[in-house]
């Protein structure tokens, strides 16, 4: 597959050059929360079909932005990873996330999916840090079949997948109340309280969490839309 380019020596050019083909920086969002296997990739990534995958992956590897690696123990498994440069795309995806979130979302349409483990660069994107200050805990998410966890340290945060080894809160719910949670209006009170959400662990850490992460209200594009 030819690879197409701007022709432009210019540095916005030729960054699209490398990650502008469509599904390519979805594939760097996946690869910052870790290294992935073929599998995870196509399962997080529904309507990308298996040959294209592999091509965008070819691409990731020729162009110095991903490598193949092999898993530890106990899973050995082939998997893919960012290089440094492909990780150091990091913050223009966050800055992307901010963005959208800003002046892109609004209410799920019919036909999209929504995978929990999206929420581990989410919970990034909308985290105050201001509101975090003085705070120490970890947070653990059980999202349907998904977990994953947050650690905040003093204005900081660090979100990965999979289980916290100390965690000193846990929040389960579903993937539906977990959206409702984060940018719908419903609070962890009040999840709790109609039985669509659990928590359990520190209660100094649980009515933190409330104010930890803050999604800026919708804006619209367009001034007939801001009017009416």
Known sequence: MEQRTYNQYCATARTLDLVGERWTLL??????TGPKRFGDLQSSLRGLGTGLLAARLKHLEREGLAHKITLPPPARTPAYALTQAGEELGPVVMELARWGLKWAMDTPRPAETFHPGWAVLGLRACFDSVAA??????????VDDEIFHARIDDGTIEALHGPAQHPDATITTSADTFLGLTGQGLTLTEA???GVASASGSSEAL????GLFRLPPPHARKADQASS
């Open 192 to 194: 709790i309280g109609t």
């Open 207 to 210: 009515r933190r969490l409330n």
């Open 133 to 142: 200050t003085g705070l120490r805990a970890v947070y653990e998410f059980r």
């Open 27 to 32: 594939l760097i969002r996946e690869l910052l």
